[in-house]
């Protein structure tokens, strides 16, 4: 639905609505002049971002902080849920109850239904509201809460120095002692391997192996030199070295050379006394025995000289001067070789240590580093560590925290509540909102056909005519009731009305909605009762009459007739009386206009239904429409009496009268069920008693006593060409 529409539902259940509406104000108004002033009193927190008694001082600025945990928390949404925590509202309480008097007790629930806490928007600020028909007691709530959370906030910044203070001086020993340990490694590394700076000993250690290169090629190529020298020498004398030195060595010895002379003295009186003595002689063996003690004394002489080496035996112990030279030579030229092959030997010695040494120094250069890490760690832990203990121990002491109160409770003059306003408007909407519904739910809960666009949507016939409501009807539901008064027959006495020009509307739409064939006879009915159809029959009659046709109106509705009503004529012969009597028309049909005769029902016989389904019901109305131009039944409802079916099977067709407003969904529905077993025989759809300015759709818009059309032509139009 669109708003005209809601519009029209107002309009149509507008008591009951100003009803609701008018209950809903009274009360509203009675409530507020039973409300209760309430004041409200309020104190501001400041927050920053550090303690600053911590900043001047330098020590302990992480404590106290807002920095939230989570990146998309807020640090004053985490405030305000501590000042709302179970610990600090008792205690709130606990205070109160010890400074307010006993009548002005507050509860758990009632100190946090009327405390409010919002943080001010683009500050620090948080501000604490409460409200309570005491403004004294508001303002004792504000103070002792903000006193209660401050102090529970210095306490809590406290307790988290005094916790870290305990923690680092358990951690203190354990990292002294580890500093020790890294300590202790370190040196038991550099003693087992003779480290003292390695990078400095890679400097010399590379030096020396360079050095060392060098010294070990010269000492090879001077060993070279003296080998040659020495086999030279030795070829020379025909000796060898060792005995060069022995000889040279036994030379140069006065004790070897004393003994050597006396043995060779001893040799030649030897010689010269066996040339006079035979060997058995005294003196010979004298010498012989005396020579055998100087052999014996110069070979201990020479094993003395020669540290107890032994030399040949054949080796001739005096030599020459130039033999002597050269076995001199020779012997220092052995001695030479020997200290050079010495030399080389330490060299190379020295050349493989370093060497090694120079492997070794990347894995004690790795290793220093990962002792000296592991060092420097536990070093930094412990430094750090003491550091920390230092403050502390000093922000335990000083920190304070970081809220502040930055204005004491403070109560307005004027109360907070009730706003007299806002409570009138809101009193104003909620009557206007269930006056809306009452009618939504009135309207809803109605089954009945309100509109002239529903009623045709539910029918779904060819709509002929759109007939407003007469201004002479008195209206109940829906705007209007069943009972006339003044005349009906509004093309008869209202010509110049739209009404007439309606119905006028619908004789052309019927006249001309088949060119195939005429419509002579015409069946008009609805689908319950009060629905217009007497007054719809009676006026399309006038309407064909006033064009100059001979047109008969017969009221077939034996249980209920009205014709004689609405021409004011008498019901005492009619059609009860031509089909049950064998009456002739012309004595008991009545002519209240010129062009017109109507038959009325007559005498209302006991079974309608057997006296119309008769075979001379069916000539009657074929004699009837061949001496008339148009003949027009009034029946019954199609939803009351069988009479609908029996007479639309004589008739050129039916046509469906609607009443918005009297006829029932259920109704209408059965009316369409029953309309289609007469398939083509059904013409269309006259919507009568329309309330136009209650249509979404209207049809008409009437200004005096002209008719401006919206859609009746169009509908014409159609109804002809369909």
């Known amino acids: 639905m669109d708003i005209q529409q809601y519009w029209f539902i107002v309009k149509r259940r507008w008591l009951p609505a100003s009803a609701v509406f008018a209950s809903v104000s009274v009360l509203t108004l009675v409530a507020l002049t039973q409300q209760t002033n309430i004041y409200q009193a309020a104190g501001k927190i400041r927050y920053t971002p550090d303690d600053r008694t911590s900043a001047l001082t330098g020590l302990g600025v992480t404590e106290g902080g807002l920095s939230p945990l989570v990146e998309s928390s807020n640090p004053m949404t985490t405030e305000m849920e501590v000042i709302r925590s179970e610990p600090i509202v008792q205690e709130t309480l606990r205070r109160l109850t010890a400074i307010t008097p006993s009548e002005d007790e507050i509860t758990r629930q009632t100190l946090l239904r009327n405390l409010s806490l919002t943080n001010v928007r683009g500050t620090d600020i948080l501000l604490l509201t409460y409200q309570d028909a005491e403004p004294e007691l508001a303002a004792t709530v504000i103070d002792t809460l903000m006193e209660v959370y401050l102090a529970n906030h210095v306490s809590e910044n406290r307790a988290e120095a005094m916790a870290a203070r305990e923690f680092i001086e358990r951690e203190l020993p354990d990292a ?304 209007f009731r069943s009972v006339e008064r003044g005349s009906e027959v509004i093309v008869r006495d209202e010509p110049e009305s739209a009404i007439a020009e309606a119905y006028r509307m619908l004789q052309a739409n019927l006249r001309f909605l088949n060119s195939d064939r005429e419509i002579k006879t015409v069946v008009i009915t609805s689908a319950t009762v009060g629905e217009g159809k007497s007054v719809i029959s009676a006026n399309l009659a006038m309407a064909r009459a006033q064009l100059g046709r001979r047109v008969l109106l017969i009221d077939a509705d034996m249980r209920c007739p009205r014709q004689h009503q609405i021409w004011n004529i008498v019901n005492d012969r009619g059609l009860s009386n031509v089909m049950a009597e064998h009456c002739s028309l012309a004595s008991v049909v009545k002519s209240p206009a010129e062009n017109l005769d109507v038959l009325t029902a007559g005498v209302i016989p006991p079974n309608p239904t057997a006296l119309l389904d008769s075979q001379r019901l069916a000539d009657f109305l074929q004699d009837v429409a061949a001496d008339y131009d148009f003949v027009v039944l009034d029946t019954p409802a199609i939803n009351i009496a069988a009479d609908v079916q029996i007479l639309g099977r004589l008739a050129s067709g039916v046509l469906l009268v609607t009443r918005p407003g009297v006829v029932d969904l259920g109704s209408a529905l059965a009316a369409k069920e029953r309309l289609a077993q007469f398939g083509s025989q059904v013409l269309g759809q006259v919507i009568n008693g329309v309330v136009l300015e209650h249509e979404p759709d209207s049809y008409r818009y009437f200004a005096g006593h002209h008719t401006e059309w919206s859609g009746t032509e169009v509908v014409a139009a159609n109804a002809m060409r369909s």
């Not at 040799?267 to 040339?275: D, G, I, K, N, T």
């Not at 220093?368 to 832990?381: D, M, W």
């Not at 003059?413 to 009138?424: C, D, G, I, M, Q």
Request: proline share 3%; glycine share 4%; hydrophobic share 45%.
């Open 176 to 479: 002294e002692a580890r500093v020790r340990e890294a300590e202790a490694a370190l040196r038991q590394f550099q003693e087992s391997n003779q480290v003292a700076a390695l990078e400095e000993e890679k400097v010399v250690v590379v030096t020396a192996t360079e050095t060392l290169r060098q010294r070990v090629a010269e000492a090879r190529s001077a060993l070279v030199d003296a080998q040659e020298q020495a086999q030279t020498f030795s070829q020379q004398l025909g000796m060898s070295p060792q005995q060069a030195i022995a000889l040279t060595t036994l030379s140069q010895s006065p004790g070897v050379q004393e003994i050597l002379t006396q043995y060779q003295e001893v040799e030649s009186q030897l010689a010269v006394e066996r040339v006079r003595f035979q060997d058995e002689s005294p003196v010979v063996q004298a010498l012989l025995d005396r020579q055998a003690n100087l052999e014996q004394v110069l070979q201990g002489r020479v094993t003395k000289a020669l540290n107890g080496q032994a030399i040949a035996p054949n080796l001739n112990l005096q030599i020459g001067e130039l033999q002597a030279e050269l076995a001199g030579d020779l012997a220092r030229t052995e001695a030479m070789r020997r200290g050079l092959a010495q030399q080389l030997s330490t060299l190379q010695q020295a050349q493989t240590f370093y060497a090694q040494r120079l492997a070794m120094l990347p894995r004690l250069e790795q290793e220093q580093r990962e002792l000296l890490r592991r060092l420097e760690a536990v070093q930094g832990t412990y430094s750090l560590l003491l550091e920390r203990l230092h403050e502390t121990r000093i922000a335990e002491n000083q920190n304070v925290g970081n809220a502040r109160i930055l204005q004491a409770a403070f109560v307005g003059e004027t109360p907070v509540a009730p706003r007299k306003l806002s409570f009138l408007a809101t009193g104003g909407i909620v009557a206007l909102l269930l006056a809306a519904a009452t009618a939504l739910v009135l309207e809803s809960q109605d089954k009945y056909v309100k509109t002239a666009k529903q009623a045709r949507n539910l029918f779904e016939l060819t709509l002929l005519g759109v007939v407003p409501m007469h201004k002479t009807v008195s209206r109940s539901r829906y705007g």
